[in-house]
C-alpha cells in the first residue's frame, strides 16, 4: 500500500510553499513521523514528518513551489523495513582467502539494495568490483560513500563558438539566486512599511554606566538563581514598557473601521524583538511584557532566539506584536534609522557601546568632561499617529530608565 505525501495546512494566508530540502533520499526506508522534508513560507520554516512507515518516493524535486494540499511523494508502506547488518569479524588466516572470494556483484544484481543501485548509477561506479558489507554480501549505500565515480573520458572538441557581444567588463563573475519566500516577504513588508507609513526616526544617547555596573555585580547571583545570563536586553524591554505605558500612542495601530480609519490602542505590551538567522531577519514576539520580571524577560528571548537559529519558530511565534526592539549594536552598528514592523507605530534601534568623552553627568553644567560607555538610541514611528512631542517623550523615558535603572524598580 502506498500513502501520499501530501502538503498540510500551513496556516491563515499561506497557500504555498518551497521544497528547501528533502531530509531523506529517494528510495530510503524512513520511519513515521520522521522528518522528511522542509518547507519554507513567506513566515516560517518548518519540517514535514513522514504520514507511514516504508520507502520513500519523492515526486517534486527539491527547490519546487508546491501548493497547499499537492502530493509531493509517497510512501510504500509493503517495504519491510531493512535488517540491521550483523558486525563483520575480523578475518583469520583460515577466514580471510574466504572473504576474498565472494561473488561479484552487479548493478542488477538483487544482492545490491535499490537505493546502492541508485546510487551506482547516478556516480558511474561498477558494483562488480565493490565487496558487500551487508548480509549475505549485499552491497549498501555505506559501501559507496567512499567510492569515487570514474574519470570519464573527456569529451570530444566543440567547433568553436560564434563570437557574442559582450557588454561592458563587469570586473568578475556574478551569480544570481532566487530569493527565498521568507526573503520576498521581508522585502515586500519593508516597501509596505516606507508606502505607508509617514516614518520618521528621532535620536538620543544614553550612558550605560549604571547599567553595567549593576550587571557586573549581580550576573554570576542572577545566572546562578534564574540559569539565565542577565545581559541588556531585559533592562531595555522594562525602559520600552515603562515608556509604552507613558506615551500610548507609540503602542497603537492604525486599523480599517468599517471603511474609517481608527486607532487600536493596547493594554498590553507584546513587543516584538528582531533576530538575524541565515535565512533573513526575523521578529518572535515576546507576549506580555508588562507581567514578566527580568529572569522571563531573559528566558523568553534566548527561547526565541534558539527557536529562530533551528528554524522552528511557529506562525503564532512571529504575530501579534504591538512594539519592536531592533539591537543593531551585536552586529557592530553605531547609527541607523530602524524599519517599523507594519502595522506597529513605533521600533527602538539599539546600536553598540562606544566609550567617548562627554560632560560629567553627575556634574551638569561643570564643564567637566569624562570618558563613559555611550550608546545611541532610535526610535522610528509613524507620525500619522505619534506626533513628535510623544516620540521625544519617549525616547527620553528609555534613556532616563537606562541611566537609572532604579526607575524601572519604582515604575517612575
Given at each position: 500500500?502506498?500513502?501520499?505525501?501530501?502538503?498540510?495546512?500551513?496556516?491563515?494566508?499561506?497557500?504555498?510553499?518551497?521544497?528547501?530540502?528533502?531530509?531523506?533520499?529517494?528510495?530510503?526506508?524512513?520511519?513515521?513521523?520522521?522528518?522528511?522534508?522542509?518547507?519554507?513560507?513567506?513566515?516560517?520554516?518548518?519540517?514535514?514528518?513522514?504520514?507511514?512507515?516504508?520507502?520513500?518516493?519523492?515526486?517534486?524535486?527539491?527547490?519546487?513551489?508546491?501548493?497547499?494540499?499537492?502530493?509531493?511523494?509517497?510512501?510504500?508502506?509493503?517495504?519491510?523495513?531493512?535488517?540491521?547488518?550483523?558486525?563483520?569479524?575480523?578475518?583469520?588466516?583460515?577466514?580471510?582467502?574466504?572473504?576474498?572470494?565472494?561473488?561479484?556483484?552487479?548493478s542488477t544484481d538483487i544482492r545490491a539494495t535499490p537505493l546502492a543501485r541508485k546510487i551506482a548509477d547516478e556516480k558511474g561506479i561498477d558494483?562488480?568490483?565493490?565487496?558487500?558489507?551487508?548480509?549475505?554480501?549485499?552491497?549498501?549505500?555505506?559501501?559507496?560513500?567512499?567510492?569515487?565515480?570514474?574519470?570519464?573520458?573527456?569529451?570530444?572538441?566543440?567547433?568553436?563558438?560564434?563570437?557574442?557581444?559582450?557588454?561592458?567588463?563587469?570586473?568578475?563573475?556574478?551569480?544570481?539566486?532566487?530569493?527565498?519566500?521568507?526573503?520576498?516577504?521581508?522585502?515586500?513588508?519593508?516597501?509596505?512599511?516606507?508606502?505607508?507609513?509617514?516614518?520618521?526616526?528621532?535620536?538620543?544617547?544614553?550612558?550605560?554606566?549604571?547599567?553595567?555596573?549593576?550587571?557586573?555585580?549581580?550576573?554570576?547571583?542572577?545566572?546562578?538563581?534564574?540559569?539565565?545570563?542577565?545581559?541588556?536586553?531585559?533592562?531595555?524591554?522594562?525602559?520600552?514598557?515603562?515608556?509604552?505605558?507613558?506615551?500610548?500612542?507609540?503602542?497603537?495601530?492604525?486599523?480599517?473601521?468599517?471603511?474609517?480609519?481608527?486607532?487600536?490602542?493596547?493594554?498590553?505590551?507584546?513587543?516584538?524583538?528582531?533576530?538575524?538567522?541565515?535565512?533573513?531577519?526575523?521578529?518572535?514576539?515576546?507576549?506580555?511584557?508588562?507581567?514578566?520580571?527580568?529572569?522571563?524577560?531573559?528566558?523568553?528571548?534566548?527561547?526565541?532566539?534558539?527557536?529562530?537559529?533551528?528554524?522552528?519558530?511557529?506562525?503564532?511565534?512571529?504575530?501579534?506584536?504591538?512594539?519592536?526592539?531592533?539591537?543593531g549594536g551585536v552586529y557592530g552598528s553605531m547609527l541607523s534609522t530602524p524599519i517599523l514592523n507594519p502595522p506597529q507605530s513605533g521600533i527602538?534601534?539599539?546600536?553598540?557601546?562606544?566609550?567617548?568623552?562627554?560632560?560629567?553627568?553627575?556634574?551638569?553644567?561643570?564643564?567637566?568632561?569624562?570618558?563613559?560607555?555611550?550608546?545611541?538610541?532610535?526610535?522610528?514611528?509613524?507620525?500619522?499617529?505619534?506626533?513628535?512631542?510623544?516620540?521625544?517623550?519617549?525616547?527620553?523615558?528609555?534613556?532616563?530608565?537606562?541611566?537609572?535603572?532604579?526607575?524601572?524598580?519604582?515604575?517612575?
Amino acid at each position: 500500500m502506498s500513502t501520499s505525501i501530501q502538503i498540510p495546512p500551513l496556516g491563515e494566508s499561506i497557500t504555498e510553499a518551497v521544497i528547501s530540502a528533502w531530509l531523506k533520499p529517494d528510495g530510503a526506508y524512513v520511519k513515521r513521523d520522521e522528518e522528511i522534508i522542509e518547507l519554507e513560507t513567506d513566515k516560517i520554516t518548518m519540517p514535514l514528518p513522514s504520514p507511514a512507515a516504508g520507502v520513500l518516493k519523492h515526486s517534486a524535486t527539491q527547490g519546487a513551489t508546491v501548493k497547499v494540499g499537492a502530493v509531493v511523494g509517497s510512501i510504500d508502506e509493503s517495504a519491510s523495513a531493512p535488517a540491521q547488518a550483523s558486525p563483520t569479524p575480523a578475518p583469520t588466516p583460515a577466514s580471510a582467502p574466504v572473504a576474498s572470494h565472494k561473488p561479484p556483484v552487479d548493478s542488477t544484481d538483487i544482492r545490491a539494495t535499490p537505493l546502492a543501485r541508485k546510487i551506482a548509477d547516478e556516480k558511474g561506479i561498477d558494483l562488480s568490483r565493490i565487496q558487500g558489507s551487508g548480509p549475505g554480501g549485499k552491497v549498501t549505500e555505506k559501501d559507496l560513500e567512499s567510492v569515487g565515480a570514474p574519470r570519464s573520458a573527456p569529451a570530444p572538441a566543440q567547433p568553436p563558438a560564434s563570437p557574442r557581444p559582450q557588454a561592458a567588463a563587469t570586473g568578475g563573475a556574478s551569480r544570481r539566486e532566487r530569493m527565498s519566500p521568507l526573503r520576498q516577504r521581508i522585502a515586500t513588508r519593508l516597501v509596505e512599511a516606507q508606502h505607508t507609513a509617514a516614518m520618521l526616526t528621532t535620536f538620543n544617547e544614553c550612558d550605560m554606566t549604571r547599567v553595567m555596573t549593576l550587571r557586573a555585580s549581580y550576573k554570576d547571583a542572577f545566572e546562578k538563581q534564574h540559569g539565565v545570563k542577565l545581559g541588556f536586553m531585559s533592562f531595555f524591554v522594562r525602559a520600552c514598557v515603562s515608556a509604552l505605558r507613558k506615551v500610548p500612542a507609540v503602542n497603537a495601530f492604525i486599523v480599517d473601521d468599517n471603511g474609517a480609519p481608527a486607532v487600536e490602542y493596547h493594554e498590553h505590551c507584546d513587543i516584538a524583538v528582531a533576530v538575524g538567522t541565515d535565512k533573513g531577519l526575523v521578529v518572535p514576539v515576546l507576549r506580555g511584557c508588562e507581567k514578566l520580571s527580568m529572569a522571563e524577560v531573559e528566558k523568553g528571548i534566548n527561547t526565541l532566539a534558539a527557536k529562530a537559529r533551528d528554524n522552528k519558530l511557529t506562525l503564532d511565534d512571529l504575530q501579534g506584536g504591538t512594539f519592536t526592539i531592533s539591537n543593531g549594536g551585536v552586529y557592530g552598528s553605531m547609527l541607523s534609522t530602524p524599519i517599523l514592523n507594519p502595522p506597529q507605530s513605533g521600533i527602538l534601534g539599539m546600536h553598540n557601546i562606544i566609550r567617548r568623552p562627554v560632560e560629567n553627568p553627575d556634574k551638569p553644567g561643570s564643564g567637566e568632561v569624562v570618558v563613559r560607555p555611550m550608546m545611541y538610541l532610535a526610535l522610528s514611528y509613524d507620525h500619522r499617529i505619534v506626533d513628535g512631542q510623544g516620540a521625544v517623550t519617549f525616547l527620553k523615558h528609555v534613556k532616563e530608565c537606562i541611566e537609572d535603572p532604579q526607575r524601572l524598580l519604582l515604575g517612575v
